[in-house]
């Protein structure tokens, strides 16, 4: 125990790295934009006047604070611990992935880029994006594997809406994955004018930090409302992990607090033995999308196909801080599968009148998992990263219900 | 002398070609290049996400990849290649991760053992030289270094510390096989770095035709072409061999008089 840090909260170092984690893994063409990236991050940090636009449009735009949400009926079913939610699903847009989009093009809109890219899987993030982009009048480029193209119709329609170009990605499988490596395909050939906003932890310093940074708003607001809400820190909190920015998001705030437990959920697909998403419980360290981090990869290194219900947690890898905090154990990481993910989706809406996406219903099936073992004076928040509209088809499908 | 000492000590410039390993029959693709005249040989190591790579080299590592190649596969193809060609330099080039997955003390070894005389990885640059370049180096095999467009003059000392065998100037900041860059800038940008090393400058990244290559060779030490050859191997699959020596010889011939016509 003697190597761990005095703090959990000081990475990373300034080469951006979590331990053996992070760093700046990219192409030689990129690495001065990076650069020039941290540079302008560390003067936004420096200035009030940033900080003091970022909180208006979360408190005005996004509509923040979020609610923390004491469900009493599904913490009297459970039997055990008192269960918190907090309520990322009310932001603007649906989910936690707003909070990171105001930040990152306020920094385009600093460092004077005129052009907004992103990556997206199930499409939340394109959606945050395009609507960020909207909102400041910037031309928007969203690419998006193909295959989630086609099943992600509705936010394909509401991203074009906003504006936003939407590129279906036909390289690779076709997924979030080779979305992202269009994106950054993309932004190599166009550096001098673009902007390209990473949705999660992950990539090349400093997105990790700086997204971590941005979403940290979650813990912050949770620490300040369970104090109010019940005089002290919670026992225990949970969030469900891809990338991982809810996560860490809500995270950050209390690794430092020792008393807190915390648990990340990864989405264990058809189980560890069969397909999944579960970098950590099945994957091992390696480099890809500007990282070194746990990914799911095959003896030579060669990246294998994620899976999971949730498109949003459909990727082979995990922002490099969870990778960190797994190593050193100050976050345990537990999986879920999507059968449990599927009853508990359904278990909160019908207990709690929450339609929670899948993602979070993968935090919502450990809390079931674990509640019932604690004491009912112990406190639990569990991070209600985003809403479920977007996934009724995908619900409804693996029902067998016909809409 | 090293092979790329030797190589690049000739009179003339060189003619750098690049082909994926496992794509179509390689150990005849890669006597085709050598018998059409080819001074060095950039090996591609396939790779599920390649990310500076566009639709032609991409398509390239899936076809491989879909073929079944190993990181093995690509060392014996290497080592075989070496035994058949002791004079040629050879390069593998490609991504991180499968260059590190076993350590980079394994990679550097087997490089070393194969005949491998240098190293590209695309994703590496010199912040995180630590990952691969003092295996490479105590291995005895050059670390290629990669300049481009957005290579300021703060950055440059840094690219070309540790840096061996040749640099690589990739012209145009995007992916592989699709603009050109102008000349003018080409020029102004290998004379920039010739100013600032003693190493050979390649120059590649949308050179396509003899025509074009004819004229970055009249500036620099040696000129790199990739997709062109990807895409002769995707239209002829396993008997792309005497296409790939035709093609390299018009390249070739165009490339090593660049120099002569200019003078």
Known sequence: ?403 | MTRFAATFAKPRPALVTFITAGDGDTAANLDALVAGGADVIELGMPFTDPMADGPAIQAANLRSLAKGTTTADTFAMAAAFRKRHPDTPLVLMGYANPMTIRGADWFAAECAKAGVDGVICVDIPSEEDAEIGPALRAAGVDLIRLATPTTDAARLPDVLNGAGGFLYYVSVAGITGLQQAAQASIEDAVARLKAATDLPVAVGFGVRTPEQAAQIAKVADGVVVGSAFIDIIAEHGDAAAPHVEAFTRTLADAIHGAKEIAA
């Open chain 1, 1 to 403: 125990m003697t190597d761990l840090p005095n703090s959990f909260r000081t990475g990373p170092d300034e080469r951006g790295h979590f331990g053996q984690f992070g760093g700046r893994y990219v192409a030689e063409t990129l690495m001065p934009l990076i650069l020039d990236l941290e540079r302008h991050y560390r003067a936004a940090q420096a200035d009030p006047a940033f900080k003091a636009e970022f909180d208006y449009l979360l408190k005005h735009y996004v509509g923040r604070p979020s609610p923390l949400w004491f469900a009493e009926r599904l913490t009297d079913h459970l039997g055990g611990a008192k269960i918190y939610l907090k309520r990322e699903d009310l932001n603007h847009t649906g989910a936690h992935k707003i909070n990171n989009c105001i930040g990152q093009i306020l920094l385009a809109k600093r460092m004077g880029k005129t052009k907004i890219i992103a990556e997206t899987g199930a499409g939340q993030h394109g959606v945050a994006t395009a609507t960020v982009a909207a909102l400041f009048g910037l031309p928007c480029t969203i690419f998006m594997g193909a295959v989630d193209v086609a099943r992600q119709q509705p936010n394909v329609f509401r991203m074009k809406l906003l504006g936003a170009e939407v590129v279906a990605v036909e390289s690779g499988a076709k997924t979030l994955k080779d979305a992202m490596n269009e994106a950054l395909r993309h932004w190599v050939a166009n550096v001098h004018d673009t902007f390209y906003i990473i949705g999660t932890v992950a990539g090349p310093h400093p997105y990790p930090e700086l997204v971590r940074d941005f979403q940290s708003v979650i813990g912050d607001e949770a620490k300040a409302q369970i104090l109010e809400a019940e005089g002290r820190l919670p026992d225990m909190l949970i969030a469900p992990v891809g990338g991982g920015s809810n996560a860490i998001g809500l995270f950050h705030p209390f690794l430092d607090d020792e008393s807190v437990e915390i648990v990340g959920v990864e989405a264990a697909g058809e189980g560890l033995d069969g397909k999944h998403a579960a970098s950590l419980a099945g994957g091992r360290p390696g480099i890809l999308h500007g990282n070194k981090t746990y990914l799911l990869q095959d003896e030579d290194g060669q990246i294998t196909e994620a899976h999971s219900i949730s498109a949003g947690l459909d990727y082979p890898g995990i922002g490099p801080e969870h990778s960190w905090l797994h190593e050193i154990g100050r976050v345990r990481y537990e999986p879920v599968t999507d059968a449990e993910a599927l009853a508990s989706f359904q278990k909160l809406t019908k207990l709690e009148g929450i339609i929670p996406a899948l993602e979070s219903a993968h935090a919502i099936a450990a809390a079931e998992r674990i509640a019932p073992t604690l004491g009912k004076d112990k406190v639990m928040i569990v991070n209600c990263s985003g809403r479920g509209d977007k996934d009724i088809f995908t619900v409804a499908d693996a029902l067998g219900v016909e809409l």
